[in-house]
């Protein structure tokens, strides 16, 4: 159980171009759900929380018109690089979870590489 | 600002050894712990998670709480050269949102 996918596992984009990665829950309903960034040999970064059916809540630093993500159902997220640079190139990962839970579970993860 | 110190290592130990990960944090109202496991190019995978003051163990894998000290600990029996990965401390500030806050992470060698 508590299995997330994401799609596509790797991307390759030109600059200029917007970028749609999805996340999905496949055996339960993920009131909440995480997007993180990590660069190479660094750890994850927290860029945005989204509840379903509400408006995603960003860390600070992390623009909220360039990352657009949107929770439409409860088992689907999806994050939208918009006019993607080379230096959103990086490793996104979302993790999902219930609503009687604590426990993040993540996705394999979206490697983006912006040439 | 509130933070999850690791070392980064890497902890090298022979197969067959006990590997010891620590993890401090900052927060004193953090009420939730996660260990994760990410090996190389992939995502975090949960090992274990602890609430309470103590011990919780699962197989080869103990994780200790010392909440006083703020202080957290992954114990790993028996390593195997397959537990090789970056072990991630994550910890649950307590302040409803439910995100967590990410270490560095330690990376663990075990020699065959």
């Known amino acids: 159980g508590a299995v997330v996918s994401q799609h596509p596992s790797r991307v390759i984009c030109k600059s200029g171009t917007s970028v749609k990665i999805e996340c999905r829950s496949l055996?339960?309903?993920?009131?909440?759900m995480f997007w993180y960034r990590q660069f190479p040999k660094q750890s994850l970064m927290l860029m945005a929380t989204s509840n379903e059916g509400s408006k995603a809540t960003y860390e600070q630093g992390v623009e909220k018109d360039k990352f657009l993500i949107n929770h439409a159902s409860l088992t689907l997220s999806t994050l939208t690089v918009t006019s993607a640079h080379p230096e959103d190139s990086s490793f996104y990962i979302c993790s999902a979870k219930t609503g009687g839970e604590e426990t993040q579970y993540f996705g394999p993860g979206t490697r983006l590489l912006v040439l | 600002q509130k933070e999850v110190e690791q070392n980064s290592g890497p902890l090298s130990v022979p197969e067959g050894a006990i590997a010891s990960l620590n993890c401090t944090y900052s927060d004193r109202g953090s009420q939730s712990f996660f260990w994760y496991r990410q090996y190389s190019g992939k995502s975090p995978e949960l090992i274990m998670s602890i609430y309470s003051n103590g011990d919780k163990e699962d197989g080869r894998f103990t994780a200790q709480l010392n909440k006083a000290s703020q202080y957290v600990s992954l114990l790993i029996r028996d390593s195997q050269p397959s537990d090789s990965a970056t072990y991630l401390c994550a910890v649950n500030p307590g302040d409803s949102s439910y995100k967590l806050i990410f270490g560095s992470g330690t990376r663990l060698l075990v020699r065959p």
């Open positions: 055996d339960f309903q993920a009131t909440t």
